[in-house]
């Protein structure tokens, strides 16, 4: 199972864009990398999901370069209420026999 | 109507009770997923389910038990509760298309006294 590291914590200002860093050095050929949002007493919730290269949808853009070993999430001009804590996945598709365990996530704090 | 429902939203027990965590989905996935949630350990794996058939345990799976009792209903059991299985629990369900959760919900949140 791919380890993931983290920073534990990020602030940030509304209206600026931020990267938050994933490493995930043992990361096997057909691993994915999943980034999720989880607010106070709520689930985590999907955000993006890369493979390779770059992936962007209407919320957030996902960076991996092309060794794979880390990828970026990027969240464009946050709001107060992007203050969450994230967490990076990653593991097989559906090849895999086996499921997933998260790291202990990034807090971001947004201040305006 | 929440894709991922869980029951209880909140519950109190005593140590030694025997408690049933129940899940249900509608997004028709086939693959469900119970973690826990500790204040500064992030979510871990209890048990995971790919199919109705396929049972797995996941890396705290001790101390509990599931039931996928169809394709839409993954329960969890803590056959005799302790105190330090006092946490935040969620189900999460994804497609065939991976083994990476898509839909949490909103959990239980277990106090054991």
Redesign the interface.
């Given at each position: 199972l791919a380890k993931t590291t983290q920073p534990i914590s990020m602030d940030s200002y509304e209206g600026q864009e931020v990267n938050i860093t994933c490493s995930h050095n043992n990361i096997a050929t057909n691993d994915?990398i999943?980034w999720y949002q989880q607010f106070p007493?709520?689930?985590?919730?999907?955000i993006i999901?890369g493979y390779k290269t770059k992936v962007t949808n209407e919320v957030a853009s996902l960076f991996i370069p092309a060794d794979r070993k880390s990828s970026t999430l990027s969240l464009p001009r946050v709001s107060l209420s992007d203050t969450a804590v994230y967490?990076c996945?990653v593991?097989?598709?559906?090849q895999?026999g086996?499921?997933?365990?998260?790291?202990?996530?990034t807090t971001l704090s947004v201040s305006s | 109507d929440a894709d991922v429902t869980q029951t209880p939203r909140n519950r109190i027990t005593k140590t030694g009770k025997r408690i049933m965590l129940e899940c249900s989905q509608t997004k028709g996935h086939d693959r469900m997923y119970w973690y826990r949630q500790d204040p500064g350990l992030g979510l871990r794996l209890i048990y995971y389910s790919f199919d109705v058939k396929d049972i797995n345990k996941g890396e705290i799976s001790d101390g509990y038990s599931v039931s996928r009792q169809a394709q839409a209903k993954f329960s969890l059991s803590l056959e005799s509760a302790i105190p330090n299985q006092t946490a935040l629990y969620f189900c999460a369900t994804s497609d065939r298309l991976t083994n990476q959760p898509q839909h949490f919900g909103d959990g239980t949140r277990l106090s054991i006294l």
């Open positions: 994915y999943t007493s709520q689930g985590p919730r999907f999901q967490y996945l593991g097989g598709g559906h895999a086996t499921a997933l365990i998260f790291g202990k996530g | -």
